[in-house]
């Protein structure tokens, strides 16, 4: 206690020297890593010159951010860390790694579960719920005059007597249908469930016996000409979409047994600390903050930040904007996939070989690539006097204009960050620092040399950060996904396709 005190005090006594020039040690350097330094001078003059950065203090934090990546990248090559052993692989590459293991436990506990039998299929095709359907639509605009689709209903009238006369329908659908979706297919619509569609395209459609074509239907998007083909022409496809169809319908089930058994609760705090959270992801990973538990385990803010830099930007804005009914939805998904990587764990799932071999190999040209871009290639530094000399500061020097070109979007470079994943096998590799005093004074100095009439912004709850010369954000809430990842159920027609 006598020691806590003693520290608070020193810190209390304007006094106190050693921290005084602790202190002012790191008041000119906004970032370090790896042995080097972004210094106060160094990132105002870079930002005052690039005018499509508007001055605020979150997105100067994650100016600073890019270049300790970059910088990290640099000295990994500087190093001669390849960056290619299999724990850096796997660990950088966790999205990919998450999605194979999440398709490979799918595999097992429901598509291996279906079977659909040749008598099935013979029996569906025959039963009322579905239809598997072709159609060729002539499109006609609302509000058109009665003369116009009286001329419409006689082009589709026409179609319909070349079928009866021989044409063959899925080549006629590719050379005159409206839909340019199933025109491609040869006017294919696939299986179609009963309430997908349009009232009067239903009726048509359940009044067909295998191979008639109807009359031509009106639908509020103009004149339809459809085709029930024979079972015999379209057996395998049905049968292999039946059995998509019970899959889909046996993954609700699933996801519905997962929510009854888990007791998952989201706690009422969480919606307003994922916004927090979402404004840095990089403070929040180190949070245990509890957002959701669950029967044998709990989501933490650390997670869901974790598993949040595997989606893109647009995403995570959306999210720092959605309302707490749809936070609370995200947050149940969120934690529902970190259930199905532990049950993965659980039943020893893993990647196979074939897995390995095709995210390295994607993972070494993501590589090789970024290390070209940033100029700090290998076989370029073999060929540099002045990085055979010393290979960290050679590496530095190159890392530090490729950062200030992209930062005032130089037509040169093509702006990238490094893989957030892979950022953070760096991170836990090599030293690093950001230090917010630094932040705060090159925005002050950059917010000088702009002049007046650029005074720094405030943040916003739930503002972008736009990457340094990217597209400004849309932001519409995110859609929860309450299926395993990747596993989406099978899309249906919506009304207007037809």
């Not at 105002?44 to 270049?67: C, E, G, H, S, Y």
């Not at 300790?68 to 850096?88: C, E, I, K, M, R």
């Not at 990747?486 to 037809?498: E, H, N």
Request: overall charge positive.
């Amino acid at each position: 206690m006598v020691r806590r005190f003693a520290v608070l005090a020193c810190f209390a006594l304007a006094g106190c020297s050693g921290v005084r020039d602790a202190l002012s040690a790191h008041q000119d350097v906004v970032a370090r890593a790896a042995g080097q330094q972004l210094t106060v001078n160094q990132l105002a003059a870079t930002i005052a010159t690039a005018k499509n950065i508007p001055l605020r203090r979150d997105i100067v934090d994650r100016v600073a951010d890019l270049w300790v990546n970059y910088q990290l990248l640099g000295q990994a090559v500087a190093s001669g860390d390849s960056l290619l052993d299999s724990v850096t692989v796997f660990a950088a590459n966790w999205p990919q790694v998450s999605q194979r293991l999440a398709d490979h436990l799918h595999e097992a506990m429901i598509v291996k579960k279906v079977h659909v039998t040749a008598s099935q299929a013979d029996s569906a095709f025959n039963a009322g719920d579905v239809r598997w359907l072709s159609h060729i639509l002539v499109t006609v605009q609302q509000g058109s005059s009665a003369e116009v689709k009286a001329a419409k209903r006689r082009e589709a009238e026409g179609y319909l007597a070349q079928l009866r006369h021989g044409a063959v329908f899925a080549k006629l659908a590719q050379q005159k249908s409206n839909d340019p979706e199933s025109a491609r297919n040869g006017g294919s619509l696939g299986l179609v469930l009963r309430g997908q569609m349009v009232k009067p395209f239903e009726a048509a459609a359940w009044g067909l016996k295998p191979g008639e074509y109807s009359a031509v239907v009106e639908s509020p998007y103009g004149y339809h000409v459809i085709w029930r083909p024979p079972f015999d022409q379209v057996r395998d496809s049905f049968t292999a979409r039946l059995h998509d169809l019970a899959v889909m319908r046996l993954d609700s089930v699933f996801i519905d047994s997962l929510n009854k058994h888990a007791d998952l609760k989201v706690k009422g705090s969480a919606p307003a600390a994922v916004r927090a959270a979402v404004q840095n992801l990089r403070e929040a990973k180190q949070s245990s903050r509890v957002l959701a538990t669950y029967a044998g385990g709990k989501l933490t803010e650390g997670d869901l930040a974790r598993w949040m830099q595997a989606f893109n930007p647009q995403t995570i804005v959306m999210v720092g904007q959605a309302a707490d009914s749809t936070l609370e939805l995200f947050i149940k998904s969120i934690a529902r996939n970190a259930m199905l990587m532990h049950s993965a764990e659980v039943q020893h799932i893993g990647l196979t070989a074939a897995d390995q071999d095709e995210i390295r190999t994607a993972y070494r040209s993501d590589l090789a690539s970024m290390m070209r871009r940033m100029g700090v290639a290998p076989e370029s530094l073999a060929v540099d006097t002045a990085a055979r000399r010393n290979r960290p500061e050679a590496v530095a020097r190159r890392v530090q204009g490729f950062f200030e070109d992209i930062v005032v979007s130089s037509p040169r470079h093509v702006f990238f960050d490094v893989q957030p994943f892979l950022a953070d096998v760096l991170r836990g590799r090599y030293a690093w620092s950001i230090s917010p005093l630094g932040v705060d004074r090159a925005l002050a100095k950059a917010t000088q040399v702009r002049g007046p009439a650029a005074q720094p912004t405030p943040s916003r709850p739930g503002a972008s950060t736009p990457a340094p010369g990217g597209p400004p954000m849309s932001a519409q809430p995110p859609a929860p996904s309450p299926v395993p990842p990747g596993k989406s159920p099978a899309p249906s027609r919506p009304k207007p396709r037809t």
